[in-house]
């Protein structure tokens, strides 16, 4: 890891540290999340708290005075400018959400995490992710390797095979689109992945810890549609170092670039899932975690798993 990756790592895991005092403090006093929660554009299912607003704040003036030339895309930031579209350039941009999982953090369920990404090119180069109630601080950076309090990922050792769709165990979300558009495919997705059969389906009610648990290795895969680049950024770093793979629903499109790349593996039908970019202000993510057999059973239980996406539209970041 070059000297420049471990300055922005640092300042990264210090900032979430001192976030993440205060989230646990507010977490634990019940009585202050009650009296200041608001919801987002009349929308009783996407909530916000004081202690969001208060953290990204902080957060941003840290970064800003560090790495003054940076640019900063924020969740709340985003909602207060009335949800404009992401500026991503391929300048150095941190990307952050100062509570994932508030519905969570409101209910007073444990399953919430600061999430701090930095990306240069558009790509995810800086993640750390840390939930300041289970005391998990995740760690990542572009080719130094993934960690979970300083112990390499996957912590699940030795690494895990995966021989079928069959055997998985898949993340997902509802989100907080409750159009019936929304909710109608989402659920008839759910119907088909489920009856697959797979072992089972779970949602921890955070992209971020998602990905992370994907990373662990405790389980398999994780899709959803409608997060926003806050929720995945540190996230798909943390994955991918762990040797885990993150794509979107469909094959990556370029105007400078085929539309479609052949896998090397006798079968000219095999579309090269496992090395398309991501495009992180797209709305939808797929990921899976690092597998015993490798990058070709990786491609083919994504390639299943894509089968059963029902997509509709969302407006990207």
Known sequence: MSSEYQQYLDEAVKIAKIAGKIIKESFEN???????????????????????????????????????????????????????????TDEPTWCIDPIDGTTNFVHGLPFICISIGLLIKKEPVIGVIFNPILNDLYTASKNGGAF?????????????????????LIITEYGANRSEESIKAKLDTLHDVISYPVHGIRSFGSAAINMCYVARGSCDAYYEIGIHAWDVCAATCILRESGGV????KPYKSTTEPDKKKLKTGNEEDIDIINEKFDILNRHVLCIRQLAEGPKKQNEILAEIRKRLIDFETERD
């Open 148 to 168: 979970l309090n300083g112990k390499p990922l996957p912590t699940i050792r030795p690494i895990q095979p995966l021989e079928t769709l069959e055997k998985s």
């Open 246 to 249: 993150v794509v979107g629903w």
């Open 30 to 88: 019940r009585q202050f999340i009650s009296e200041n929660l608001n919801i987002k554009q009349n929308n009783s299912s996407d909530l916000v708290t004081a202690t969001d607003q208060y953290v990204e704040k902080m957060v941003k003036s840290h970064l800003n005075k560090t790495f003054p030339t940076h640019s900063f895309i924020g969740e709340e930031t985003t909602a207060a400018n009335n949800n404009a579209s992401c500026n991503l």
